[in-house]
């Protein structure tokens, strides 16, 4: 029997309601266990695949597995059941300005498990150094404050499969650690597959096992993308290809 992929993009096409194309023919497997970003310019598609992996928006053609179950098939309670292995964080994450911390990283357990909120709200919120923060209003918070509250309400049903965007937004580099001590806890212990959206790869802290590169809705190879930011003369007179293939982000800078 083979490997079931912790998610996998199958020649997937996404139209926006005005029939621009979002995602053409994309297909990205994601390893179990794994930390994978989504790299490229804005509006290159990384949001997207967020997006579908998360079951907020269906392809137009192709097909989106999360553990070897087509979403396109579930019917409400097998979502429902999804929506606890899944989170997503989002830069703004529809984040209640007027409830307290607390009640903004409960949300996913009190509609799912209400009798553990007390106790893992607390706990995560101590991992993410948000303890004195938990009975203030949402409003309250400064900016990287509701980054930590964000990520504080993805992790409290410990997900399976962990969906972030742009994870250092706004960050300094000893927030991003403490983000990213959080994740990579996960992945070692439970074995939390995460994907992350971000610009160019260059992801500070959080580690990161591959990168795939998105520009206009399609997949570029890296030596195409790497190519275009060099000098194509140097390169044919016989610049050494491993120079540009390194597996670091910076090499694509």
Same mark, same amino acid.
């Given at each position: 029997?083979?490997?079931?992929?912790?998610?996998?993009?199958?020649? %997937?096409?996404v139209?926006?309601?005005?029939?621009?194309?979002l #995602?053409?023919? %994309?297909?990205?497997?994601?390893?179990?266990?794994?930390?994978l970003?989504?790299?490229?310019?804005?509006?290159?598609?990384?949001?997207t695949?967020?997006?579908?992996?998360?079951g /907020?928006?269906?392809?137009?053609?192709?097909q989106?597995? &999360? *553990?070897?179950?087509?979403?396109?098939?579930?019917?409400?309670?097998?979502?429902?059941?999804?929506?606890?292995?899944?989170?997503? %964080?989002?830069e703004?994450?529809g984040?209640?300005?007027?409830?307290? &911390?607390?009640?903004n990283?409960?949300?996913?357990?009190l509609?799912?498990? $209400?009798?553990e909120a007390?106790?893992?709200?607390?706990? &995560?919120?101590?991992?993410?150094? #948000?303890?004195?923060?938990?009975? *203030?209003?949402?409003?309250?918070?400064?900016?990287?404050?509701?980054?930590?509250?964000?990520?504080a309400?993805a992790l409290?049903l410990?997900p399976?499969?962990?969906?972030?965007?742009? $994870?250092?937004?706004?960050?300094?580099?000893?927030?991003?650690?403490?983000?990213?001590?959080?994740?990579?806890?996960?992945?070692?212990e439970?074995?939390?597959?995460?994907?992350?959206?971000d610009?160019?790869?260059k992801?500070? $802290?959080?580690?990161?096992d591959?990168?795939?590169?998105?520009?206009?809705?399609? /997949?570029?190879?890296? #030596?195409?993308?790497?190519l275009s930011?060099?000098?194509?003369?140097?390169?044919?007179?016989?610049?050494?290809?491993?120079?540009?293939?390194?597996?670091?982000?910076?090499?694509?800078?």
């Amino acid at each position: 029997m083979g490997l079931t992929l912790a998610a996998q993009l199958s020649d %997937v096409s996404v139209l926006d309601p005005l029939g621009g194309l979002l #995602l053409d023919e %994309v297909s990205i497997p994601v390893l179990p266990g794994e930390a994978l970003a989504i790299c490229g310019p804005t509006g290159g598609g990384k949001t997207t695949v967020l997006r579908l992996l998360s079951g /907020l928006i269906r392809p137009t053609g192709g097909q989106v597995r &999360v *553990q070897g179950v087509d979403l396109a098939t579930l019917g409400y309670e097998a979502r429902r059941r999804m929506h606890l292995r899944v989170a997503l %964080v989002f830069e703004d994450g529809g984040f209640w300005s007027t409830r307290t &911390v607390f009640e903004n990283v409960a949300l996913p357990l009190l509609y799912h498990r $209400p009798a553990e909120a007390e106790a893992k709200v607390r706990e &995560v919120a101590a991992e993410l150094e #948000l303890e004195g923060h938990l009975d *203030q209003p949402g409003a309250a918070l400064t900016a990287t404050a509701r980054r930590r509250a964000m990520l504080a309400r993805a992790l409290v049903l410990e997900p399976e499969l962990l969906l972030f965007d742009d $994870p250092q937004q706004g960050l300094l580099p000893r927030e991003a650690r403490v983000l990213s001590s959080a994740i990579e806890r996960r992945r070692k212990e439970r074995g939390m597959t995460v994907v992350y959206a971000d610009h160019d790869g260059k992801l500070g $802290p959080f580690a990161c096992d591959h990168r795939v590169f998105l520009e206009g809705g399609r /997949l570029v190879d890296r #030596l195409s993308r790497l190519l275009s930011r060099h000098d194509r003369e140097d390169f044919e007179r016989g610049l050494p290809r491993d120079s540009l293939l390194g597996d670091t982000p910076e090499s694509a800078s």
